[in-house]
């Protein structure tokens, strides 16, 4: 059977399965999106994209954009960052605030909640939050090559009213000396990077410079795809990323849009979408999908 054949077999499959999960409600912009929405789209390293379901709806990419805020500044400050953040998984929840007492305020990783204010705290040094977000906004649509993707200031606003546990991680990083700018900037513009949207056609474009493709612009050293690719698989679905590892095999960010960027290096940049959520904030249908697209493709990294 061809991807493309596969692909709309795998939008039937998980469509017929029942199990959805439930949207983010803390966030009560999310919570008003239906969850029984499926889309899929692949890049391939020849430049063809492949889709089926709702592959142009536009979601949340949320926590997702934290890799993209990663790439654009280990470009600027490079190994510096490691000083302020770790590169071990947590086994914690993305927003939790436990280790982060033990450890005086160095984060675990980038991709859990205090890790990435702490990035977009990098993002802001000598620039205006406005300046910060054109920054990772920018970095998206040259990687995808489409101007189109925007912020959807009304999911910003929403956060922003409900964000108490990432407040209290930014004043909690900033005691530490960890934060260098005003706990409220950091966090209004993480809100409105996290408030990025994007559908999957454009997502998996975008991604295409983290899996290396032959067709992606140049972005991003091999050192630095190598590097995200790594702490994707280890910390990208947070204390669901060894579960993630065993059924999927592939480096992979989620977000609590719903939204899953998947990375075959040098051969395919897959994103996903499917609203309801696991139990770890990741995309129920849309781990599924990736388990099985990974079966017809043989794309895991350990073979
Ligand atoms: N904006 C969300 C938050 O900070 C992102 C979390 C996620 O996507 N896992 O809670």
Same mark, same amino acid.
């Given at each position: 059977m061809e991807l493309q054949d596969f692909l709309h077999d795998l939008n039937r499959q998980i469509r017929d399965q029942g199990d959805w999960g439930k949207v983010a409600d803390y966030i009560p912009e999310l919570g008003r999106v239906a969850p029984d929405q499926f889309g899929i789209a692949v890049a391939l390293a020849d430049g063809k994209v492949l889709e089926a379901g709702q592959a142009r709806q536009g979601f949340s990419i949320q926590s997702i954009s934290k890799v993209f805020a990663l790439a654009c500044v280990l470009g600027r400050i490079g190994e510096q960052l490691w000083s302020r953040v770790g /590169?071990? +998984?947590?086994?914690?929840?993305?927003?939790?605030?436990?280790?982060l007492e033990q450890e005086k305020?160095?984060? /675990?990783? +980038?991709?859990?909640n205090a890790g990435a204010l702490v990035v977009t705290d990098e993002l802001l040094t000598g620039r205006s939050p406005q300046q910060a977000l054109s920054e990772v906004v920018g970095f998206l649509r040259q990687a995808s090559g489409d101007d189109a993707i925007h912020i959807d200031k009304a999911v910003a606003r929403s956060e922003a009213q409900t964000g108490h546990r990432n407040a209290a991680l930014a004043h909690y990083l900033r005691s530490f000396g960890n934060l260098k700018n005003p706990p409220d900037h950091v966090i209004g513009t993480y809100f409105h990077q996290c408030a990025i949207e994007m559908d999957c056609v454009q997502l998996a474009l975008a991604g295409r410079v983290i899996a290396g493709l032959d067709c992606a612009p140049a972005l991003l050293s091999p050192v630095k795809q190598r590097r995200i690719n790594a702490l994707m698989m280890t910390c990208g679905q947070y204390d669901g990323s060894g579960n993630f590892a065993f059924r999927v095999g592939m480096p992979a960010k989620s977000g609590v849009g719903g939204g899953l960027l998947v990375i075959a290096p040098g051969r395919a940049s897959i994103a996903i979408w499917s609203p309801g959520l696991d139990g770890w904030g990741n995309s129920l249908a849309g781990t599924l999908a990736a388990e099985r697209l990974a079966e017809f493709t043989g794309w895991s990294v350990f073979g």
């Open positions: /590169r071990e +998984p947590s086994g914690d929840r993305f927003d939790s605030i436990l280790l305020g160095r984060p /675990r990783n +980038p991709f859990i």
